[in-house]
């Protein structure tokens, strides 16, 4: 296989980001180490912040940063227009809400943390018109706003799922309220969202109703700088729509990419994509990666214990969510890693992370694909990231609970494991109470009547309905036992 010579870029970003050459498919836990380059460690003493060795003095001046340095983000160039892209996304999935409200959004708290994101460095935000029940493009317009238009780069995507909006005219509408919702008059990076279900499905939604010939003309008066698309799916979508770059020159692209999903996403789910070779294939043509899921919604936080332990002992400095986040953004073909981040704890540690971010080292790496992620694949989780897709169920059952609550317990070890189980009946009271502590009864699992109108949304591809009636029958079990 032919080596691919990987150089970081630093914060001046003076090195070219995608050099030519490549190999052909996918690459291996070996060719990810390759692709980091011999010795990463010694790439990141060029990193602007970065010193040439790790003196106690250094880690023990990081363990007690209560704030992120500013002036200190990595930034990557955009290979077509130039311009410097903060390594760090924000994502404006998961937006803050009233303490008093679920329901309704803080806007002054988004405000403060789109100011604070600013300040650090942070340029690249991502929203949807389907994001925070469709509020999340209102909420990141106004704090937005109120910044010089060049201090950010805004993304947004046509999210046209339903059928409705496959007509031209409603798609078009979509397009042009997500500018009067995000109050600018060009769109820095423009996404086709979610392609993967099917060549019908991608043609019906852009091709067949002429929406790729208006927003290719939207590229051409600068009303949409960078056109390129989020993937979730099959393989042979990807491959597809990857071999359209002749006729649409793709800018960028948006995949999953994290040290689960490199190696281990196709085993995870039969429908999904290792993101070696996705990574692989975007790099041989020069094409930009957009990061999404770096902690697949949290599922690389919410580790077992002794898994956690594990990384604290490895680096004491570093956060859990650190780790994945490094390896996220080691690759230099990553244009930027996002992370949807609800609170400011979230984003002063991630700032932390990328302020400047420490490439990974060889041995890092081959730790988080051998052992971390092979440990993780054996725990055989739901894989549920919380993205709330799947809502709102038209039966008011709150899917994505159920299951990270279903998971946290099996993470933890206190899933009743049976009547053999020493701590059966403890684990039995502690499932059921929580249970009903995290979701009200009247949106549990027994109430899916097995419509399946959540499953085709879910970009991990679960059998949704399947999946909460086994987690019915589970809780219908632990009430019947007598113990």
């Known amino acids: 296989m032919k080596k691919i010579?990987?150089?970081?870029?630093?914060?001046?970003?003076?090195?070219?980001?995608?050099?030519?050459?490549?190999?052909?498919?996918?690459l291996s836990r070996r060719s990810f180490l390759k692709l980091l380059g011999a010795g990463a460690v010694s790439t990141a003493a060029v990193m602007t912040g970065c010193k040439d060795k790790v003196s106690q003095e250094a880690a023990d001046e990081y363990k007690n940063q209560v704030e992120p340095p500013v002036g200190k983000m990595t930034y990557r160039e955009n290979p077509k227009t130039k311009e410097k892209v903060s390594i760090l996304g924000y994502g404006m999935m998961r937006l803050p809400t009233k303490p008093d409200?679920?329901?309704?959004?803080?806007?002054?708290?988004?405000?403060?943390?789109?100011?604070?994101?600013?300040?650090?460095?942070?340029?690249?935000?991502?929203?949807?018109?389907?994001?925070?029940?469709?509020?999340?493009?209102?909420?990141?317009?106004?704090?937005?706003?109120?910044?010089?238009?060049?201090?950010?780069?805004?993304a947004t995507k046509l999210s046209n799922f339903n059928r409705d909006y496959w007509q031209r005219d409603k798609a078009i509408e979509m397009y042009r309220n997500s500018m009067r919702e995000l109050q600018v008059d060009y769109i820095d990076y423009y996404l086709l969202h979610a392609v993967g279900g099917g060549m019908d499905e991608f043609n019906g939604r852009?091709?067949?109703?002429?929406?790729?010939?208006?927003?290719?003309?939207?590229?051409?008066?600068?009303?949409?700088?960078?056109?390129?698309?989020?993937?979730?799916?099959?393989?042979?979508v990807f491959d597809e729509v990857l071999a359209l770059h002749d006729k649409y020159q793709w800018d960028f692209v948006q995949i999953e990419?994290?040290?689960?999903?490199?190696?281990?996403?196709?085993?995870?789910?039969?429908?999904?994509?290792?993101?070696?070779y996705l990574y692989a294939e975007l790099h041989k043509l020069g094409i930009p990666a957009v990061i999404m899921e770096p902690l697949l919604g949290g599922r690389l936080v919410k580790l077992p214990q002794y898994l956690m332990t594990e990384l604290k002992q490895k680096n004491p400095q570093r956060s859990v969510a650190s780790w994945a986040f490094r390896y996220a953004g080691t690759p230099e073909g990553v244009l930027t890693v996002l992370s949807g981040m609800t609170y400011m704890e979230h984003l002063?540690?991630?700032?932390?992370?990328?302020?400047?971010?420490?490439?990974?080292t060889d041995e890092e790496c081959e730790y988080l694909h051998g052992e971390v992620a092979h440990k993780i694949v054996g725990l055989e989780n739901i894989p549920c990231n919380d993205c709330k897709y799947c809502m709102p169920c038209p039966y008011g059952i709150d899917i994505p609970a159920i299951f990270v609550h279903y998971n946290k317990c099996k993470n933890e070890g206190s899933l009743p494991m049976g009547i053999g189980d020493a701590d059966y009946r403890k684990h039995r009271r502690q499932y059921l109470i929580s249970l009903?502590?995290?979701?009200?009864?009247?949106?549990?699992?027994?109430?899916?009547?097995?419509?399946?109108?959540?499953?085709?949304?879910?970009?991990?591809?679960?059998?949704?309905?399947?999946?909460?009636?086994?987690?019915?029958?589970?809780?219908e079990?632990?009430?019947?036992?007598k113990v």
């Open 257 to 276: 990419l994290n040290y689960l999903d490199w190696d281990y996403a196709d085993e995870i789910n039969e429908r999904n994509v290792d993101a070696s």
């Open 436 to 475: 009903d502590r995290v979701v009200p009864r009247e949106r549990q699992p027994d109430h899916c009547i097995q419509c399946g109108q959540c499953e085709p949304h879910c970009p991990q591809n679960i059998k949704i309905p399947r999946e909460l009636r086994k987690i019915d029958e589970m809780i």
């Open 348 to 360: 002063k540690d991630n700032l932390l992370s990328y302020c400047p971010l420490e490439p990974l």
């Open 206 to 236: 852009y091709v067949d109703n002429g929406i790729m010939d208006f927003l290719l003309a939207e590229r051409r008066a600068g009303r949409i700088r960078n056109l390129g698309f989020s993937f979730h799916g099959y393989k042979a």
């Open 101 to 154: 409200n679920d329901n309704e959004y803080d806007q002054e708290m988004i405000n403060r943390q789109v100011d604070y994101a600013i300040e650090h460095g942070v340029n690249y935000f991502d929203t949807s018109p389907v994001y925070c029940q469709g509020k999340s493009e209102g909420c990141t317009g106004i704090a937005l706003s109120r910044h010089k238009r060049s201090e950010y780069f805004v």
């Open 477 to 481: 079990e632990l009430k019947r036992a």
């Open 5 to 26: 010579q990987i150089n970081h870029i630093t914060r001046d970003c003076n090195q070219t980001p995608f050099p030519s050459g490549g190999d052909g498919g996918g």
